[in-house]
């Protein structure tokens, strides 16, 4: 069984940065295709970026692109998502996921395991 967990999270002004890690147990995270998600209160849940497993592939919503990196550590069974830039409208509920497929997907569906969320907020 494999379980995700997320760290990371917390309040930062408008400008500022974070990093979200994703740890990994259980299954191959070396060979797991990884993405994140956030939601904000009263909105459905929206992709942010995906890496593939060897993390020479990345996808990114044009809402973060230019200010999100997303990259992974497979020694560390662990995924990042650096976070510069942060805009109040960051703010929400991030998600990390993961599944066996080979290119890294926008779908949420796609996605097999999920982590909890881990709390963003973005003053202005």
């Known amino acids: 069984q494999v379980e995700l967990v997320v760290s990371g999270g917390g309040s930062e002004q408008a400008g500022g940065s974070l990093r979200l890690s994703c740890a990994a147990s259980g299954g191959t995270f070396s060979t797991a295709t990884v993405g994140w998600f956030r939601q904000a209160p009263e909105k459905g849940r929206e992709f942010v970026a995906a890496i593939n497993w060897a993390g020479d592939s990345t996808v990114y919503s044009d809402s973060v692109k230019g200010r999100f990196t997303i990259s992974r550590d497979n020694a560390k069974n662990t995924a990042f998502l650096h976070m510069n830039n942060l805009r109040p409208e960051d703010t929400a509920v991030y998600y990390c996921?993961?599944?066996?497929?080979?290119?890294?997907?926008?779908?949420?569906?796609?996605?097999?395991?999920w982590g909890q969320g881990t709390q963003v907020t973005v003053s202005s």
């Open positions: 996921a993961s599944t066996y497929r080979g290119r890294p997907m926008n779908v949420s569906s796609e996605y097999l395991y």
